[in-house]
């Protein structure tokens, strides 16, 4: 059973500002991170200090949209040595990449919960909080995410094109993770506690935002998830916010009501962000 995470209220008249991070491939940019990426930057020994965001305020949480490096414990290393001194909470969900070492399977959400206790067995600096398995609050804010993967549903090629081990086990699990996710929307719809719900994904939550015209939208999109939360957003009307990653491609607009911001890294081989910032998103309740 998941379990919130209760912090102080929020200040500042309700509204409550967060950084933004995703797709950070730590291991393709630092060698002391280095995993299953073999990709690293020039002779670089690592690239600049990732910048703090711009704004009137300094955030005490940080999101983290999956696909830190290749593996967990490395991304929970990497987090822990960049920004744990930082923030008072870290919110993490899982991206593909981060499931690299388990190929063709993928790890158990189960399996995060002992490092997510390590890390918080330390009382200096934030608290981690696997969004996964535990939804957060903070005053009427309620945050939940899961890395909901694509059930190659809304790509070019029929579902049926993806048919080895991977493919079968990220069906699964995309279907998981959305049927979680909509049990707890549904739940905080029924708590009058609650003003304003934040999605977390790693995967896009509509193929609308992608940006890239060579991009499979059938490889970044959980369509179940888009259709029932974007499309009929009456079902879910505390949805306000939506933040993912995956795309490499960067995103701020709205859809059917809902904010949905993406700030991603990305690798050297694509966007080169060299000079790359933590994006602050203002929640307003």
Known sequence: MKFIKE????????????????????????????????????????????????????????????????????????????FRAEYDWILLVDGNHEHMESRPRLFPHAAVEPLVRAWN?????????????????IGGVAFVGSCLWWDYASGRRSPSHHDDAYSRAVRVRAREDWDDLRRRLETLNTDPTVTTVVVVSHTVPHAEVLNWSSQDSG???????????????????????????????????????????????????????????????????
């Not at 929020?10 to 500002?17: F, N, R």
């Not at 933004?20 to 020994?45: C, E, F, N």
């Not at 067995?121 to 609050?137: H, I, K, S, W």
Request: a positive charge.
């Open 219 to 285: 490889t970044h999109v959980n369509a179940a998830a888009s259709a029932g939360i974007l499309r009929e957003r009456w079902r879910f009307p505390k949805v306000k916010f939506w933040l993912s990653g995956h795309s490499h491609d960067t995103h701020d607009q709205v859809m059917g009501g809902v904010r949905l911001v993406a700030n991603p890294r990305g690798r050297p081989l694509d966007h080169n962000r060299v000079w790359y910032a933590r994006r602050s998103v203002l929640i307003r309740e």
């Open 121 to 137: 067995e330390r009382r200096d600096g934030a608290r981690l909080v696997y969004l996964p398995l535990q939804t957060f609050r």
């Open 7 to 82: 912090a102080r209220p929020s200040s500042d008249g309700g509204d409550l500002a967060v950084d933004l991070v995703s797709d950070l491939h730590a291991d393709y940019w630092d060698r002391r991170y280095h995993g299953v990426a073999s990709i690293v930057i020039g002779p670089q020994l690592h690239a600049p200090a990732i910048r703090p965001s711009s704004g009137p305020r300094r955030p005490r949480i940080l999101v983290v949209a999956g696909d830190t490096t290749d593996s967990m414990p490395a991304s929970l290393r990497y987090l822990d040595e960049q």
